[in-house]
């Protein structure tokens, strides 16, 4: 009987520990914004920030009024996207002579709180906050147009902590205003600065606490993004004068590819195409396909394929382009933030133009299902088949105001904003 109860014992102690250990480990396990959970779009470009979703039964085509309408309320100025977590709505806007962070219920539309987080930010490309917010976890962070990080509480919107980064880093506005949106990567959330002293600093997610800065660059108007290239993850941040490649847990500088635009509108978010990097940009620059080989603690780059000038087959504005199998699809922007924009298929590996729908206009756009949902500085929604064939549109209608904002997708659902109000509409099949 002892013999037994000792065994027992011991089990019980073995049971104890195993459930103490897995207690721990998810205690410890770093916040993210990087998820594909089901309804979840908690940064700009979505789950993996490049602006794909998983999402499937969606609309073919929009009912002849349009695509169904949920809800409709007043938002604000500004230029901030939408992220989308746990059923809330969350977006930077401009009112009333202040910068605001505010939180909506996904469902109805209907207010949950609101954050005032600095004085109104005006400029002449246009008044308001530009950065979106990423939520990860029970936190949420935003960057204003001056250019202040803050970490809010996702619950209620309550500051936690604060920085005045170019104050702190002695750095200076970028010409257009600052739009990092923050990225975070485990324990630590990224912006990119531009400052004297680091293009982009990282902080504790909970303490505030700065962790390091890397490189000398200007701003530029990108967002990083944590990609897999070379090998390895890697922070790759798109600044005024280049690319960079980061650690993130050190903030070393493993490679820099210069990548010079007029006005330092270097904007779209990098991309990874089988291990390389995808840049490109706009002010008739063009774009670039980045091989990185190892060597030692640093990268030795070279050009998959590379397409410069008035020539270039793509030339991304202010929109990051989508990578459908093999495939991308994106804005050609002719001449210096010229009117004249081409919806454009390319083969990412190679470079070579598929086809090219001539002076579709510009906007931005993401991609689900097999399609792209693309909203248009005219108010429109278009829906395209996502084909290297050829241009084939499904649906067309005007839903908003002008916008440059791209949509979020969450539940078969399709939230929009412009300067004065944030639509949701249903996009499920019936």
């Known amino acids: 009987m002892s013999v037994t109860r000792a065994l027992l014992g011991d089990r019980m102690r073995i049971l104890l520990g195993v459930v103490i250990a897995f207690a721990v480990t998810i205690a410890a396990k770093p916040i993210t914004a990087q998820t594909d959970a089901k309804g979840e779009w908690p940064q700009i470009l979505g789950p993996q920030r490049n602006g794909l979703s998983s999402e499937m039964g969606l609309l073919d085509r929009f009912p002849e009024d349009g695509p169904k309408e949920v809800w409709r309320v007043p938002g604000g100025v500004g230029m901030s996207g939408l992220a989308i977590s746990r059923g809330r709505v969350l977006t930077l806007v401009q009112r009333k002579g202040e910068q605001w962070l505010i939180s909506l219920d996904a469902t109805s539309g209907e207010s949950i709180w609101k954050t005032s987080l600095a004085p109104e930010y005006l400029n002449a490309m246009g008044n308001g906050p530009r950065a ?30 604060s920085h005045n980064v170019l104050k702190e880093l002695s750095g200076k506005e970028a010409e257009y205003g600052m739009a990092c949106s923050p990225l975070v990567v485990g324990n630590q959330v990224i912006v990119t600065t531009g400052a004297a002293k680091g293009t982009l600093v990282a902080f504790e997610t909970k303490s505030g606490k700065q962790v390091w800065t890397a490189g ?64 490109s940009s706009g002010e008739d620059h063009g774009s670039v396909l980045l091989s990185l080989k190892p060597k030692a603690e640093t990268f030795e780059i070279g050009e998959v394929w590379s397409s410069f000038g008035t020539k270039s087959v793509l030339r991304n504005e202010w929109q990051t382009s989508m990578l459908l199998h093999g495939f991308l699809y994106g804005m050609d922007n002719v001449g210096g933030a010229g009117p004249i924009t081409h919806l454009t298929c390319i083969d990412a590996a190679t470079g070579e133009r598929k086809w090219q729908q001539a002076r579709f206009g510009k906007g931005n756009l993401i991609a689900a299902d097999g399609k792209l949902f693309i909203s248009t500085m005219k108010g429109e929604l278009v829906l395209v088949r996502a084909t290297p064939e050829r241009y084939e549109e499904l649906s067309r209608a005007t839903v908003l105001g002008s916008t440059r904002q791209a949509p979020a997708l969450s539940n078969g659902r399709l939230f929009l904003r412009d300067e004065k109000e944030i639509v949701c509409l249903d996009v499920c099949k019936p």
């Open 216 to 279: 000398k660059d200007p701003p530029g108007y990108s967002s990083p993004a944590l990609l897999n290239v070379g090998g390895r993850e890697q922070v790759v941040a798109f600044t005024g004068s280049s690319a960079l490649g980061i650690d993130p847990a050190k903030g070393t500088l493993l490679w820099r590819y210069p990548f010079k635009t007029n006005f330092e509108c270097n904007i779209t978010t990098p991309l990874e195409i089988k291990g390389n990097v995808f840049l």
């Open 132 to 161: 979106t917010p990423t939520i990860a976890g029970d936190y949420v962070f935003v960057f204003t147009g001056e250019g202040s990080l803050s970490a809010h509480a996702f619950q209620d919107g309550k500051q936690l902590w």
